[in-house]
């Protein structure tokens, strides 16, 4: 018996010592994926943005063992990289690298203007795709070349919505659901209790898709000197059904393969095609940042309420309001803090947690100006919570 409860404790002191060794291995490998990057002369910085773009990536120090760099995009980091790429005289231009852009339409619109910021440095922006969305496309369409794979596709013809309606799946369950709601707008629970879009819902729906849609349609047109009522019959009409139609109409400027947009740059760098053509990623141009901390004593906190809201301290990807109550509460006692942003991207969620955080933005308000950025969707208690700040934009 003592033989083999020995052999038992033997063997689990070993793994947890070949335990630790690997971890310290994981943690050291990880450490030196942090290390600086530097960026060579005559480089161009390569945006993928194949990953979901959130107001703020998530540091993942163990991303790089798998030859990843996380599982989000941050926007913020995004815009920072564009605007310091602009003024970087080792950085030549902008490559998109694109696909299937993962990101609501606001993001998108700030990520589109720091691209037509950063052309006005003299800087190129090309973009490559093989097959585009509408989203990647409005991205991409700020581009001086914007090649499209002549066997790929490009999607131009406008937005949609779907809802998907549970009351004949609950009726047949035998489940009744209890629905409390104020106002004929408030659709949200709409699918519970009924089986189609009600027509204050199909109003709304249609009202933003539409406005959306214009926005994107006024600013392609100013891209490709394009009268935005000829887009309009070019996406309504659905005219675009190869690439060879998005040359034709003129939505793409090269119909051309990756090496052929890389070529292209290549040319532009005075680089010869057999060379090799010197890309940095957004995730090594971040590390390679030597941007030092402000140790201003007038600073501005930015505060980003993403996600749900829920009671409690919630976690990266909602607003709990026992987190974001601190957090506001911090910046306000914070003398050396003279003004808050509070960054919202939140459909809504618990009414006690929202009036948790809306209390501490009553308080601020009344020492220093806080304001509210509303991002892809500031919806319900993502609005509510906004409502008491100094100024909505």
């Known amino acids: 018996f003592f033989k083999y409860v020995l052999a038992t404790l033997t063997g689990l002191v070993l793994f947890a010592l070949v335990g630790v060794v690997l971890l310290v291995g994981l943690i050291a490998a990880a450490a030196a994926g942090d290390d600086d990057v530097t960026v060579a002369s005559n480089s161009v910085l390569e945006l993928k943005l194949d990953k979901p773009l959130a107001e703020r990536g998530v540091k993942d120090p163990f991303a790089a063992l798998g030859g990843g760099a996380g599982t989000l995009t941050g926007l913020d980091e995004l815009k920072a990289a ?126 933003f898709l539409n406005s959306l849609n214009d926005a994107m349609l006024a600013d392609v047109a100013a891209a490709h000197k394009i009268a935005p009522a000829r887009l309009r019959v070019i996406s309504d009409s659905m005219l675009v059904h190869n690439a060879d139609d998005a040359k034709r109409l003129g939505l793409v400027t090269d119909l051309g393969y990756y090496d052929q947009a890389t070529d292209y740059i290549k040319g532009k760098l005075g680089v010869k095609k057999d060379d090799k053509l010197s890309l940095i990623t957004l995730s090594d141009y971040t590390k390679a940042d030597d941007t030092e901390s402000s140790t201003s004593g007038n600073r501005i906190a930015v505060i980003y309420a993403e996600g749900d809201i829920v009671t409690g301290k919630g976690g990266n990807e909602s607003i709990g309001s026992t987190r974001f109550a601190e957090a506001i509460r911090k910046a306000r006692l914070d003398d050396k803090v003279k003004a808050v942003v509070l960054r919202v991207n939140s459909p809504g969620g618990s009414s006690l947690a929202s009036d948790i955080i809306y209390r501490e933005v009553m308080l601020t308000k009344k020492v220093k100006p806080i304001i509210a950025s509303m991002s892809d969707v500031a919806a319900s208690g993502g609005y509510f919570i906004a409502m008491g700040c100094d100024t909505i934009v």
């Open 82 to 207: 564009i605007r310091r790429a602009k003024d970087d005289d080792a950085i030549k231009g902008i490559f998109l690298n694109l696909e299937l852009v993962q990101g609501g339409m606001a993001s998108l619109e700030e990520v589109r203007r720091e691209l037509v910021d950063f052309k006005k440095s003299g800087k190129f922006v090309v973009s490559y795709t093989d097959a585009q969305s509408e989203k990647s496309y409005y991205l991409a369409s700020v581009a001086d070349k914007l090649y499209l794979n002549p066997q790929g596709t490009l999607e131009f013809n406008g937005l949609s919505s779907e809802t998907m309606y549970y009351k004949n799946l609950f009726d047949k369950l035998g489940v009744q659901a209890q629905i409390f709601r104020v106002g004929s707008f408030k659709s949200a629970v709409e699918p519970f209790f009924r089986t189609s879009m009600s027509d204050s819902a199909r109003l709304q729906t249609s009202s």
